[in-house]
């Protein structure tokens, strides 16, 4: 049986507090959603998303004093970050208290938590009245869901309901910051700028993107280099001058080009290249392109500034 579509946010917080798992929508993307104090519920977001154990996952709640269950500790900057940033697509990781199982932080004495800009959400996490543990509701690195069919398209009947937010109005997953005694560090791009942050707090530190896919030296797992992929090759290209030939070619644009008639589909983000813009069509774009039969989706990448650096951080890991 198809997994059930609804928009009723009383039931979905009776399934999560059963210990059933609900794909719900965020500001970011939709994620697939458990009790984060239920061992059972959150192991099968692992066996569901097919995702491995070594990669933690992040917990979302409603206000900022839920944070006394879970952290036992909030840095000087880190608050500063909370006031201004959430509810936002800001991921903060803090050292854990005992209460947060280890499943949910893969074992680290740490936990990722944000509370999401989303209203329908919101009053999911208030109504069930516990912090939900969720990943993307996507297949392990495959693209983000950013409606409410896509993770239909990916999850199927493997959740036991999809609660329908609409469409994500930002389109890119959370910044995920980290504070260590000895440094600050952005383990992964997201909806918050690097700019934003530092503008608050100071330089940070960016940490490198993993060469290969084994959790082995990772502080962050989600940091692997293949990832948010399309089925499609994808390749990104600034010059056209050596395009495939006998190809069918789709192309990835912030903005309009001339010389589109050499591809097959072509998905322009933003025809006035507003960043914003851009990141919410983002991994629509790439999922329709990915339905189109394409030999190879070509990308252009984006100025690498503010949500540009996000999305050509996106790009490299979709790329081949
Ligand atoms: O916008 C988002 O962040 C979405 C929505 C649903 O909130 N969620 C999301 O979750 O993107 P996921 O599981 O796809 O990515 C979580 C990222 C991964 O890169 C993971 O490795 C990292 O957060 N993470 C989680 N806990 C961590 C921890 N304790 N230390 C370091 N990194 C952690
Ligand atoms: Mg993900």
């Known amino acids: 049986m198809p997994c059930p579509i609804s928009k009723d946010v009383s039931l979905a917080a009776d399934q999560l507090r059963k210990g059933r798992l609900v794909a719900f929508a965020t500001e970011t993307v939709y994620g697939l959603g458990a009790n984060a104090f239920d061992t059972n519920a959150v192991a099968r977001i692992f066996e569901v998303k097919r995702r491995p154990n070594f990669d933690p ?4 709640i409603a206000d900022p004093n839920w944070l006394d269950r879970l952290v036992v500790e909030i840095p000087r900057d880190a608050r500063k970050l909370i006031k201004h940033f959430w509810p936002g697509p800001l ?5 854990k208290t005992k209460a947060v199982p280890d499943l949910v932080t893969s074992g680290l004495p740490t936990i990722a938590v944000r509370i999401p800009d989303h209203l329908q959400a919101l009053q999911l996490l208030r109504e069930a009245d516990i912090p939900i543990a969720a990943p993307s509701a996507n297949l392990f690195g495959r693209i983000s869901p950013t409606c409410a069919q896509h993770v239909a398209e990916q999850l199927g009947e493997r959740s036991d309901l999809i609660l329908d937010g609409g469409p994500c ?3 890119v997953e959370s910044t995920v910051l980290e504070f260590a005694s000895s440094a600050t560090t952005i383990l992964r791009l997201g909806g918050v700028t690097v700019e934003q942050i530092e503008s608050l707090i100071g330089s940070v530190f960016l940490a490198k993107t993993a060469g290969h896919p084994s959790a082995k030296g990772l502080s962050s797992p989600g940091m692997l280099s293949k990832h948010y992929a399309p089925r499609t090759p994808l390749k990104i290209e600034s010059q056209f001058g050596l395009l495939p030939t006998g190809k069918r070619l789709g192309l990835l644009t912030l903005t309009p080009i001339n010389y589109s008639e050499q591809f097959a589909v072509v998905e322009v983000l933003s025809a006035s290249g507003n960043l914003n813009e851009a990141a919410a069509n983002f991994f629509s774009a790439l999922q329709r392109l990915d339905t ?3 030999d190879l989706i070509i990308a252009i990448p984006f ?16 790329a081949d």
């Open 292 to 294: 189109r039969r394409l």
């Open 57 to 60: 996952l992040i917990v979302h």
């Open 303 to 318: 100025p690498n500034e503010g949500l540009g650096r996000t999305l050509n951080d996106r790009l490299q890991r979709a």
């Open 91 to 95: 991921t903060l990781v803090l050292p």
């Open 169 to 171: 109005r930002v389109g």
